[in-house]
């Protein structure tokens, strides 16, 4: 099994910064992509941004510019640092992994952080 496990998440005013975490854990044998999630209250959850192996980084056009997805495959993390953030970023943020556990694919997720943006 694999398992996602975030961190970072709080409460924030207007302009300020937020750093997510994500570990995973379990004998991963590939990672394919991993990325974070949001989803707002009354709202589906998107993609905020996704760091694919071998291909070139995604990020949401609301978020682009602001926000920077880094991975450390091998301590098997993924971070979002979030700078200027708005009240429009108030989320759940989820990491999602995507790859191989024991030569069957997965697609993880995490149990989600708060991100509350908020004067």
């Known amino acids: 099994q694999v398992q996602l496990v975030e961190s970072g998440g709080g409460l924030v005013q207007p302009g300020g910064s937020l750093e997510l975490s994500c570990a995973a854990s379990g004998r991963i044998s590939r990672i394919d992509s991993m990325g974070w999630y949001r989803q707002a209250p009354g709202k589906q959850r998107e993609l905020v941004a996704v760091?694919?192996?071998?291909?070139?980084?995604n990020y949401a056009s609301s978020v682009k510019g602001r926000f920077t997805i880094s991975r450390d495959d091998a301590k098997s993390t993924v971070a979002l640092q979030m700078n200027s953030l708005q009240p429009e970023d108030t989320a759940i943020y989820y990491c999602?992994?995507?790859?191989?556990?024991?030569?069957?694919?997965?697609?993880?997720w995490g149990q989600g952080t708060q991100g509350t943006v908020s004067s």
């Open positions: 760091s694919p192996s071998g291909g070139s980084t």
């Open positions: 999602n992994l995507k790859g191989y556990y024991m030569g069957t694919g997965v697609d993880s």
